[in-house]
């Protein structure tokens, strides 16, 4: 039932930086799995990094270069993203569960329930 409402898209040259923003409506929002996903033209949605319990994971693709964290008031998601390339260009989108998602399922798309408008990043000189 947690609504999430996206901000933070654009367009950057590469090499830049963008910092997507997932505000949540309940305080609920930091209880459970909080993830990134994305999907460029042609492709399927992706995962790209979700968080549980402080815990971060990332795909092969972003990490070292795309950092997943929360505010202080653990009601906000952030997508902190260095070093963009070409093909980080997609629609990203927020997503969360009430559950504790195990390790396992972390990175399936479909395990959670609640989902961000989604927003437009594009890498392009």
């Known amino acids: 039932q947690v609504q999430l409402v996206q901000s933070g898209g654009g367009s950057v040259q590469p090499g830049g930086s963008l910092r997507l923003s997932c505000a949540a409506s309940?305080?609920?929002?930091?209880?459970?799995?909080m993830g990134w996903f994305r999907q460029a033209p042609g492709k399927e949605r992706e995962f790209v990094a979700a968080?549980?319990?402080?815990?971060?994971y990332y795909a092969d693709s972003v990490k070292g270069r795309f950092t997943i964290s929360r505010d202080n008031a653990r009601s906000t998601l952030f997508l902190q993203m260095n070093s963009l390339k070409f093909e980080d260009t997609a629609v990203y989108y927020c997503?969360?569960?009430?559950?504790?998602?195990?390790?396992?399922?972390?990175?399936?798309?479909?395990?959670?329930?609640?989902w961000g408008q989604g927003t437009q990043v594009t890498v392009s000189l």
């Open positions: 997503a969360q569960s009430d559950r504790g998602i195990i390790v396992g399922l972390i990175r399936n798309q479909g395990q959670y329930e609640n």
């Open positions: 968080m549980r319990w402080n815990v971060q």
């Open positions: 309940e305080r609920t929002f930091s209880s459970g799995t």
